[in-house]
């Protein structure tokens, strides 16, 4: 498995250098701070709303409107036409590429979001990377570590390999999909066009353009007087 397996890395973001398609995908997330660290543009808009916090190195392009409040922590850096909505909580060492939304009352910390990538509403993305135009519904929680804090395994064609990566969130290919208030445990893959449906906790890997869908069992019963 390799990172162009999921992802394209789009020509609008300035870090193509650190991302090899040939790395192993979860790589990615490992060379984020780096990529940030070797340095970028500062760039704030003119206008910045009261109840907005900005802190360190940042990057906003100029077609980004910033919401009455939110939170922004460097190192990031945010591209053309980002959508950032209120109560969104960026924490450092994030890219996020052109067109994406950056949800209400969202959480980001040590992420990539290539183009196009849709976190509208409370949702927690950590320690991974997000394809072009992926989805997630509203309240998905990328877990990124372990209940015994032990190195993240992932699950492969190869069988299952140690990644030596004690916070490890998920990876999402392109065009990948995730219903509202599904949890992706640490270490887990979706391939491009993959959807896991809502309400699932999930782990391992969902293979390019499979579903992973359940039917909770319910049942209709009269009210009692």
């Known amino acids: 498995m390799k990172a162009s397996d999921l992802f ?17 995908p979860w790589e990615w997330i490992q060379q984020i701070k780096p990529a940030l660290a070797s340095g970028f543009e500062e760039r704030l808009p003119e206008k910045i709303p009261a109840g907005v916090s900005i802190k360190g190195k940042v990057f906003v392009h100029e077609s980004v ?9 460097g190192p990031a850096w945010i591209g053309e036409g980002v959508q950032i909505r209120p ?9 996020i590429g052109a067109g994406s939304v950056v949800g209400n009352s969202c959480e980001y910390k040590n992420c990539l979001l290539l183009e196009g990538v849709q976190t509208p509403h409370f949702s927690y993305i950590g320690d991974s990377v997000l394809g072009n135009r992926s989805h997630l519904g509203a309240g998905v929680i990328l877990s990124n570590l372990r209940l015994d804090q032990k190195p993240v395994k992932v699950r492969t064609g190869d069988g299952l390999v140690d990644t030596g990566m004690r916070k490890f969130g998920a990876l999402l290919g392109d065009d990948a999909e995730v219903g509202c208030n599904a949890v992706l445990n640490p270490g887990s893959i ?4 993959a959807i896991v449906g809502p309400l699932i906790p999930f782990v391992g890997t969902l293979g390019e353009g499979r579903m992973l869908l359940s039917k909770p069992a319910s049942r209709q019963v009269d009210r009692p007087e």
């Open 65 to 73: 409107e910033l919401p009455p409040f939110c939170s922004i922590e």
């Open 8 to 24: 394209s890395f789009p020509d609008s973001i300035p870090f193509a250098d650190f991302f090899a398609p040939n790395a192993l």
């Open 190 to 193: 979706l391939g491009r066009k």
């Open 87 to 95: 109560g969104a909580y960026i924490r450092g060492n994030v890219i």
